[in-house]
Nanobody
Framework: QVQLMETGGGSVQTGGSMKLSCEVS????????MGWFRQAPGKTREGVAT???????TYAASLKGRVTISQGQTNKTLYLHMNNLKPEDTAVYYCAANSFLCHVKSRRFPDWGQGTQVTVSS
């Protein structure tokens, strides 16, 4: 069973930057697709970015240019770099893996982490 754990969340001021990490363990086969999702209080979960093992990425149109998804050389670590953060970016950010459709609009990611809180204030 694939296990995921997010780290790197915290509190930053508007305009600041942050890097989130996700560690993968327990996988008996290669993790072929990974992604970042977020959920703000009172709102539905939305896709932020995905990356296929080939390196191909997808991003939410509203966030493209402010976030970058990447993988470590072993493909066992996933990163999300965020800059120019805004209060509306405040949410719990989740790491997910192994959707057949490797896209931010996919709702079929079977493996999820517990999430890490990101708070942006002025």
């Amino acid at each position: 069973q694939v296990q995921l754990m997010e780290t790197g969340g915290g509190s930053v001021q508007t305009g600041g930057s942050m890097k989130l990490s996700c560690e993968v363990s327990g996988a008996r086969e290669s993790v072929y697709c990974m992604g970042w999702f977020r959920q703000a209080p009172g709102k539905t979960r939305e896709g932020v970015a995905t990356i296929h093992e080939s390196g191909r990425t997808t991003y939410a149109a509203s966030l493209k240019g402010r976030v970058t998804i990447s993988q470590g050389q072993t493909n066992k670590t996933l990163y999300l770099h965020m800059n120019n953060l805004k209060p509306e970016d405040t949410a719990v950010y989740y790491c997910a893996a192994n959707s057949f459709l490797c896209h931010v609009k996919s709702r079929r990611f079977p493996d999820w982490g517990q999430g890490t809180q990101v708070t942006v204030s002025s």
